[in-house]
């Protein structure tokens, strides 16, 4: 419920403005002079501030507007005024008020100023929630069968309003797939806004979630909203829900089921219209069988499940993968561009990146900032990541020997085709042709290992 404050010195002006901004659904409080509703302001800090022009006393009304700039900067200020020249609303509008209405006051223009400055208080708490919370983001890289389905399931369900689980190892993208759905659904021009659930101190979760009025517990001082409030009408990212312990389990089942929300130490609860978007790196399924995770909750979140594929299996994604993070660090630093010999792109391919693409943006990083301006090679890779180019258990280094094939010279593609047909026939080598154990070698499924030896032209005794 947003909540506005108003400063004027006729009585007339508060009750009216007050009941009608009180039958829309606004929690009021009004003062009769600045020095008040400076008070105020700095105790109860309201979504957004009416302000009188003219007013007695020690504090005029440009004084309380220049006042809370200062101490309030988020808070939206509309100034009003029956007897203000053209200068005054200069200087108003030069002080930061965000729009100024002149008396008397209709009710269509008061409700429609308030409509827009709440739309930009909510935009100011957002940003600083994302400028807080972001983590990895940008776009969505890689041509692989893998994120081809990716991007289709994301045009197919953006567009609705279902509750989708994102699972997946972690590094995988989860935030940006999350991110991806909220720009393709008809909200995207309301705030996204995510929670790290496993972040959360457990004393402190339902405050983050619901927010808290003031005085509610020790060290509340002053009204927090909660971020289901700040994603009002926008989309709200569960990232690492798994991780949420029992009792907030059943609060965020009660919030998803009521559509409504109270505030730690609020008595009303608050209705609040925002899209659920939920992910995890840990296998929920499991955990409802084990009794960690409420199957109810479990079965509102996952309406549409998505699981994202680990780099590993989508080793062709690589070399654009590294091209856009070589591009955003020199972006990001103007230090020259690397460039990258193919042997270090197989290397880099042959490791199983744990950490998945943002392990990955890491080493990237590391080697731009060591060989800015130049090229890098294996050695240098081998360097920075030792394991790199001894993956599937030493497989890469007998095929190596056995084969003395050299890789130089060849296009990029060519080279990581004949590399992972290396390893892979290593592998089978090492298995006596078994695909099961090659499988498990390569750590990697039986079904991907199939696939991949089909495309490569490579038979098998089980076929």
Not at 66 to 78: A, F, N, S, T
Request: aromatic share 4%.
């Amino acid at each position: 419920m947003p909540s506005v404050l108003i400063v004027d010195d006729e009585p007339n002006i508060r009750r009216m403005v007050g009941a009608l901004l009180g039958a829309e659904g606004y929690d009021v409080r009004d003062a009769a002079d600045g020095t008040t509703g400076l008070a105020l302001a700095e105790t109860l800090e309201p979504d957004i501030a009416l302000v009188d022009l003219m007013m007695p006393g020690a504090l005029d009304g440009l004084g309380l507007l220049e006042k809370l700039r200062e101490r309030r900067p988020d808070v939206p200020v509309i100034m009003m005024s029956g007897r203000a020249a053209l200068t005054d609303a200069v200087r108003a509008t030069k002080l930061g008020a965000f729009t100024f209405l002149e008396k008397p006051l209709t009710p269509e223009g008061v409700l429609l100023a308030l409509a827009s400055a709440f739309e930009l208080r909510q935009a100011r708490r957002t940003a600083a929630a994302l400028r807080e919370d972001l983590g990895i983001s940008g776009e969505m890289v890689g041509g692989s069968p893998a994120m081809h389905g990716v991007r289709a399931m994301i045009a197919r369900i953006g567009p609705t309003d279902a509750r989708v689980l994102v699972t997946g190892e972690s590094g995988t993208g989860k935030e940006l797939v999350a991110a991806a759905l909220h720009e393709s659904s008809p909200r995207r021009d309301k705030p996204f806004v995510r929670v790290n659930c496993a972040a959360l101190p457990r004393d402190l979760v339902e405050s983050e979630m619901f927010g808290h009025e003031r005085g509610a517990f020790t060290g509340a001082t002053e009204r927090r909203i909660g971020r289901f409030e700040l994603a009002h009408t926008g989309t709200l990212f569960l990232d690492e829900v798994g991780d949420l312990g029992a009792e907030a389990q059943a609060k965020l089942l009660r919030a998803i089921e009521a559509r409504e929300i109270e505030r730690v130490g609020g008595g009303k609860p608050i209705k609040i219209d925002v899209r659920i978007l939920a992910a995890t790196n840990k296998d929920l399924s499991k955990a409802v069988a084990d009794g960690s995770f409420r199957e109810d909750l479990f079965f509102r979140l996952n309406v549409i499940p998505m699981q994202l594929p680990p780099l590993r299996d989508r080793p062709g994604d690589l070399p654009a993968l590294v091209r856009h993070f070589s591009a955003r660090h020199r972006t990001r630093t103007g230090r020259p561009q690397v460039t990258w010999h193919a042997d270090a792109l197989v290397a880099l391919s042959a490791y199983r990146w744990p950490g998945n693409v943002r392990e990955l943006a890491n080493v990237v990083e590391r080697l731009a900032i060591l060989h800015a301006g130049s090229e890098v090679s294996r050695a240098d890779v081998a360097q920075v990541l030792p394991e790199a180019g001894h993956g599937a258990n030493g497989a890469s280094a007998t095929m190596s020997s056995a084969t003395g094939e050299s890789l130089d010279g060849l296009p990029l593609s060519d080279a990581l085709d004949r590399y992972e047909r290396q390893l892979i026939s290593a592998a089978l080598t090492h298995s006596d042709g078994n695909v099961a154990e090659a499988a498990r070698r390569l750590q990697t499924d039986r079904p991907n290992l199939y696939r991949r030896m089909r495309r490569l032209g490579l038979a098998s005794a089980g076929e």
